[in-house]
């Protein structure tokens, strides 16, 4: 069936430091979410793709989702201690609202 | 933004009792809302999807006789743990799909219902 994987599962960066996550697709995405957990909160949601190669910024975030709508990454520049959590990729799509998980990456960010 | 609110926050149950948690869509419609669950240090699992009018459809494993879900309007859906166990023990959450960006497919979550069963 469809997956999305994510990587890495952690990262650990200094303060200052660039930080990016990727969700991979073995089959074509229709849309990718991308979300934002906060140690012991909800997820937030950040942003939406879905036009092949579309590229979205907010701040320090940037938003990629590949030509081929198969992969997508977030990319923090010069990350704040403020950016810590865990960040998740989700696909939405089909009738059903048939969502997708990626397993999602635990930023930690060292002051 | 849209807002989606869970209540309770969090509850604390005794085992065999019966456990119900709200989800409501403050400021819009939503025909479709989700439940999730949360295992530590897991990612979200998508439980159920909740249609407004009609029957919940659940994902592969999870047991629609015991994690009832009713949709009876546009803003608000109901999650009941029947008997609950302290396996069930989780954190609970939920999506709403907001009618107006059907075409953009844009979700809003709750805050989350932190379930424990003695």
């Known amino acids: 069936g469809q997956q999305v994987m994510q990587i890495p599962q952690y990262q650990h960066v200094q303060e200052g430091e660039d930080f990016t996550t990727y969700c991979n697709s073995s089959?074509?995405?229709?849309?990718i979410q991308w979300y934002k957990q906060r140690p012991g909160g909800h997820p937030v949601f950040l942003i939406q793709?879905?036009?092949?190669?579309e590229v979205k910024k907010q701040k320090r975030l940037t938003f990629q989702f590949g030509e081929a709508k198969k992969n997508s990454s977030l990319h923090i520049t010069a990350t704040q201690t403020t950016d810590v959590g865990t960040y998740f990729c989700?696909?939405?799509?089909?009738?059903?609202?048939?969502?997708?998980f990626g397993k999602g990456t635990k930023l930690s960010v060292k002051p | 933004g849209a807002v989606v609110s869970q209540h309770p926050s969090r509850v604390i149950c005794k085992s065999g009792t019966s456990v119900k948690i709200e989800c409501r869509s403050l400021d819009f419609q939503a025909t479709t809302m989700f439940w999730y669950r949360q295992f530590p240090k897991k990612s979200l699992m998508l439980m159920a999807t909740?249609?407004?009018?009609?029957?919940?459809?659940?994902e592969q494993g999870v047991e629609k006789d015991k994690f009832l879900i009713n949709h009876a309007s546009l803003t608000l859906s109901t999650l009941t743990v029947t008997s609950a166990h302290p396996e069930d023990s989780s954190f609970y959450i939920c999506?709403?799909?907001?009618?107006?960006?059907?075409?953009?497919?844009?979700?809003?979550f709750g805050p989350g219902t932190r379930l424990t069963v003695l």
């Open positions: 089959t074509t995405l229709s849309n």
């Open positions: 793709l879905v036009k092949s190669g």
């Open positions: 999506s709403a799909r907001d009618m107006r960006r059907v075409s953009t497919d844009t979700q809003y």
């Open positions: 909740s249609n407004e009018g009609s029957k919940a459809t659940y």
């Open positions: 989700l696909n939405y799509g089909g009738s059903q609202g048939n969502l997708i």
